[in-house]
């Protein structure tokens, strides 16, 4: 009897249908940098103008990274307010942690009222918080932080995740899919805020390039889904559907992409390999997340990626043949905000829906019905999402 009745019970915790996503948001800081004049910007606010020939070497990876803007936090006001900020080595870990602590609940606070008006239901239907964040590790932490911000229920359940990488968006919506899919009515609300110039922005210097280059690529931003299976006809309105998840580790990788907390802030190596070793890889983590659905055409499907650099994109279009149109998402989203950590996948998700829309699409997907969605990160680690797009109503 007592079987029966724990079996009765999980039965009744599980929801019927796939995870799916119901409404997304994003956001940043008001101040926008044109990618033209970034390396003027940069060294004048770090008072670096004096080197000369680094400062061309930095430009000509600007011209060359295919970022038009990129919506960045950090002001030269805040800078000149704390000066400590343009060392390189400056024990400047204080401050930023100080300005972080505040400022990623906020902007992701942004971010998540977006989604929750798109989505249009009642606050108090938030069953689960996800927070990822590249900065402001604290306790209570960011996610405590958004519950009072947002006014969420006291008893939502809540998963912080702090500087696990680039990837971690869309691990956030493999987890995401696991609760709601056993969790029946509950409803993720998923957010993610990477403010890179307060946890990584100084001063340049000589011999150090992957940590300048760095300064080239990364943008702030903040994203926010909201997830739950089994929608409410009338009421939700499904964009993609979750089908599948995995992860996996790229063999011998594991110093491609460093990452260090210091007291001058959060260093970082990066590999100038990374595009190769994703590129190399890719098509292997697509077979196994496809192969059981029989999709072996990638140009078939619709692509929602993590956007990394225009190198890392170039590589993985030549390397699968894919057609110039496949990658249009991440490049559009990496034009006009740059990399922006965990953000920036989510990021490409919400640039699919719209282009949809706004294309009179038969599908959330570009027309396409199924589709993939990419993190990469430290380790190096792949997460991969298989997505079913939902047919577009005919009223848009």
């Known amino acids: 009897m007592a079987f029966k009745t724990i079996e009765s019970i999980r039965k009744a915790q599980r929801a019927e249908g796939p995870a799916t996503v119901l409404a997304m948001g994003t956001a940043n800081p008001p101040q926008v940098l044109e990618q033209a004049s970034y390396t003027d910007w940069h060294f004048r606010v770090t008072k670096s103008e004096h080197q000369v020939d680094l400062k061309k070497k930095i430009q000509r990876v600007c011209d060359n990274s295919g970022i038009k803007t990129r919506s960045v936090f950090l002001t030269e006001e805040i800078i000149e307010e704390n000066p400590i900020l343009r060392e390189f080595d400056g024990n400047s870990v204080n401050i930023r942690q100080e300005l972080a602590v505040v400022e990623v609940p906020k902007l992701g606070e942004k971010a998540a009222r977006k989604a929750i008006k798109e989505w249009g239901q009642p606050m108090e239907k938030i069953t689960h918080l996800i927070f990822c964040s590249m900065g402001g590790v604290d306790m209570p932490g960011a996610d405590y932080k958004l519950v009072k911000l947002l006014g969420l229920n006291p008893s939502v359940k809540r998963i ?137 055409d990638w140009n078939s499907i619709f692509w929602v990626s993590h956007v990394g650099s225009k190198a890392l994109l170039d590589h993985v279009e030549a390397k699968l043949n894919l057609t110039k149109d496949k990658l249009r998402a991440p490049r559009k989203v990496l034009s006009e905000y740059g990399n922006m950590s965990s953000s920036s996948a989510l990021f490409c998700l919400n640039e699919m829906r719209n282009h949809s829309t706004q294309m009179g699409k038969s599908t959330t997907g570009e027309g396409s019905e199924w589709g993939v969605v990419f993190g990469f990160g430290p380790g190096m680690t792949v997460d991969t999402l298989v997505l079913h797009s939902i047919p577009t109503p005919l009223d848009g």
């Open 160 to 296: 912080m995740m702090y500087q696990v990488g680039c990837f971690v968006g869309v691990t956030a919506m493999r987890l995401a899919k696991d609760i709601t899919e056993n969790n029946r009515g509950a409803r993720v609300l998923v957010v993610t805020c990477d403010i890179m110039s307060i946890v990584r922005l100084r001063g340049p210097k000589d011999g150090e390039m992957s940590d300048l280059l760095s300064h080239t690529l990364f943008g702030d931003g903040a994203a926010a889904l909201i997830i739950g299976s089994e929608p409410i006809n009338g009421v939700e309105k499904p964009l993609f559907e979750i089908v599948s998840a995995y992860q996996t580790l790229i063999p011998e990788t594991e110093e491609a992409i460093d990452g260090h907390l210091k007291s001058s802030g959060l260093s970082a190596f990066f590999s100038r390999d990374i595009p190769k070793f994703v590129s190399e890889n890719i098509e292997t983590c697509l077979t196994e997340a496809f192969g059981p659905i029989g999709v072996t």
